[in-house]
């Protein structure tokens, strides 16, 4: 069972900067494939960025060169830095966890965030 709680979601400026945080309680962390979502309203949600046991990591291309996805399995934290803030990243951002003992995430949907709401506005 593993209980997640994100932070650092606000209100900022078009090309501002935020860093999400995503802290974990429960045993195993580094054994899951860690992820940040995110949901606008009116829309799906939508897989952001993503970081495996190994730490390889994978984005959705509208994020590529501005947003990173790092983990840190001593504390039991994931964090996104989104850069180059823009009006369309404005959503629900949520933290997603699966469990990878082989390295590869079972079915299922994991365990999820409460989430943070991000609002890029001038």
């Known amino acids: 069972q593993v209980q997640l709680v994100e932070s650092g979601g606000g209100l900022v400026q078009p090309g501002g900067s935020l860093r999400l945080s995503c802290a974990a309680s429960?045993?195993?962390?580094?054994?899951?494939?860690l992820g940040w979502y995110r949901q606008a309203p009116g829309n799906e949600r939508e897989l952001v960025a993503s970081i495996t046991t190994g730490g390889s990591t994978n984005y959705v291309d509208s994020v590529k060169g501005r947003f990173t996805i790092s983990r840190d399995n001593r504390k039991k934290l994931v964090f996104l830095q989104m850069n180059s803030l823009k009006p369309e990243d404005t959503a629900v951002y949520y933290c997603?966890?699966?469990?990878?003992?082989?390295?590869?995430?079972?079915?299922?949907?994991?365990?999820w965030g409460q989430g943070t709401q991000v609002t890029v506005s001038s």
């Open positions: 429960g045993s195993l962390f580094s054994m899951y494939v």
């Open positions: 997603n966890a699966k469990f990878a003992p082989t390295g590869n995430p079972g079915p299922g949907p994991g365990y």
